[in-house]
């Protein structure tokens, strides 16, 4: 039977410091990727707590209105649950799981979720900004807090995250992205 638990929501800062490791291994960017690890030892299970956000919706049935679901349907959505299953077991080895777990998640975004004519970086970007949106929409700013604003910049393959102020709610509540901005 499937685990129906709804997930704890990410805090921001989780979800943006998974999301740069995410993109820093997938840029290949092996001091930046070393960097975010160490700043946050538990990234192993970060990354699997993205990965389930991720792998869940993609391998999931489908809903009644898509009518009876065939063989197929279930064997996907039961190699979601062992894939991330397995991941998180992976995870509790400790920190040097983390490029591991994060190719994984990697390799599953490109083949499932990324297009053709799509690079999985844009990818990775698209389903970042969604998942800090998430974070923010879980977890607002108290009232009165100062704004925040959220800025990931690539350089040179190198990411640098600034988060300035205490705190604030994103865009409206029916937009999905966060104020993140990519610079090239």
Request: aromatic content about 6%.
């Amino acid at each position: 039977m499937p685990d129906t638990t709804p997930l704890t929501p990410m805090t921001p800062h989780e979800a943006i410091s998974a999301f740069s490791y995410l993109r820093a291994v997938q840029a290949d960017d092996v001091d930046i990727a070393r960097e975010f690890a160490g700043v946050a030892p538990q990234m192993p299970e970060l990354l699997v707590d993205v990965a389930e956000r991720i792998v869940v919706p993609v391998t999931a049935l489908p809903g009644p209105e898509a009518g009876e679901p065939c063989e197929d349907t279930f064997a996907l959505e039961a190699l979601g649950r062992v894939f991330v299953t397995s991941l998180r077991i992976w995870a509790q080895a400790g920190p040097d799981t983390a490029e591991g777990i994060a190719r994984a998640v990697i390799d599953f975004a490109q083949e499932f979720l990324t297009e053709d004519h799509e690079d999985v970086a844009d990818t990775l970007r698209q389903l970042e900004a969604v998942g800090v949106g998430q974070a923010l929409d879980a977890h607002p700013a108290p009232t009165g807090a100062h704004p925040v604003r959220l800025t990931v910049v690539w350089c040179a393959l190198s990411i640098a995250v600034r988060t300035i102020g205490a705190g604030a709610p994103h865009r409206g509540a029916t937009e999905r992205w966060a104020p993140i901005s990519h610079t090239p």
